[in-house]
């Protein structure tokens, strides 16, 4: 005996698109931004593998931060000295956060501006500048 494929009910419908997910359900944004942005600046600076934050950020960004982490490793620069001096977050709308952070890198300080939104269950970091 064969089993028959079970049929969908009438008007729903199976997306395989990521799926927004209610700030509710996600980890509180700004300490989790707050470890974030240490990684970001760890994988930047060639002391930490990019491929460690493929869950959380998009594609393009991800590969942005491989190649800048693959010039620092080249150059030696890593050094992994990086304090997070400051977070803030802003709830633009539910599941979707915008923050900017403070971080000291050897010394140096820099600014960093980035996007979360909740999707699949998560945060994921959909855009990122940094000064």
Do not use: K, N, Y
Request: proline share 5%; net charge positive; aromatic share 4%.
């Amino acid at each position: 005996m064969s089993a028959q494929p079970t049929a969908l009910p009438r008007g729903s419908e199976v997306t395989f698109d990521r799926q927004p997910t209610p700030t509710a359900d996600l980890p509180p944004a700004t300490p989790w931004t707050a470890h974030l942005c240490r990684t970001l600046v760890e994988v930047m600076d060639g002391s930490r593998s990019a491929q460690q934050l493929t869950r959380w950020v998009t594609l393009d960004i991800l590969h942005r931060l491989a190649r800048r982490s693959t010039l620092a490793r080249r150059h030696g620069t890593a050094t992994g000295s990086t304090r997070v001096r400051s977070v803030r977050t802003c709830h633009v709308r539910d599941g979707i956060v915008e923050a900017s952070a403070v971080v000291v890198v050897r010394g140096q300080v820099r600014a960093i501006a980035l996007r979360l939104e909740g999707l699949d269950g998560r945060w994921m970091l959909t855009a990122l500048e940094i000064g």
